[in-house]
């Protein structure tokens, strides 16, 4: 799957003020069969957006109509659970391009990462002010620069740094999955093989 490259992002946001949700309520179990990427949105966070029925909850917030963007703020602890891929191919693939937490797990932050999504952790009180942000006004916009690692409110002008691993950060900039960046380095892996002391 070609990653698209990520500089900066201006977009509104979806707020999901839960905390502890799981890689099992982001994507359930019984739609892991695909093989492909694509389609997993469809069927994100499938048993909190749908009843039983099949008909969508109004109350959640991917439903209201009122939330829209390509930024998930989700609450603390974020991704627990099982380590399948498939939840940042969900993600991903509904349209998100950003998730925010105070607190995500390791294993889903590093296959978001690997899948075209950046992670902003930050502390549980700036959090907090993204949420109120959301609540005040539904519309409100956030920028995310990924060369400067930072999150702003834009009607506050309130920013936090984030941390990512540098060779993450790379790849996104560039729009490389593992293999494209091997190529990038084509030059200096020739180089290095051809004056190695055998």
Known sequence: MAIPKFTTLTTTAC???????????II?????????????????FRDW???KAGNPVASFPLNDAKYTGEILVAAKNFGCGSSREHAAWAIFDYGFRVVVSSFFADIFR??????????V????????????A????????FEVDLQQQTFTI???????SFAIDGYKKECLLNGY?????????????????????H
């Open 121 to 132: 952790q930050v502390s549980d009180a700036f959090l907090g002010k993204v949420f109120a």
């Open 134 to 141: 959301i609540a005040a006004d539904p519309k409100a916009r």
């Open 110 to 119: 590093n296959n978001a990462l690997n899948n075209g999504l950046v992670m």
């Open 15 to 25: 707020p999901l003020d839960i905390e502890n949700v799981d890689t099992d309520q």
């Open 154 to 160: 834009c009607a506050t002008g309130e920013k936090s």
């Open 177 to 197: 999955d593992d293999v494209d960046y091997l190529r990038s380095i084509a030059p200096e892996i020739e180089h290095f093989e051809q004056t190695r002391t």
């Open 49 to 51: 957006r749908y009843d």
């Open 28 to 44: 359930p179990a019984r739609f892991l069969k695909a093989v492909e990427r694509k389609g997993f949105g469809d069927n994100l």
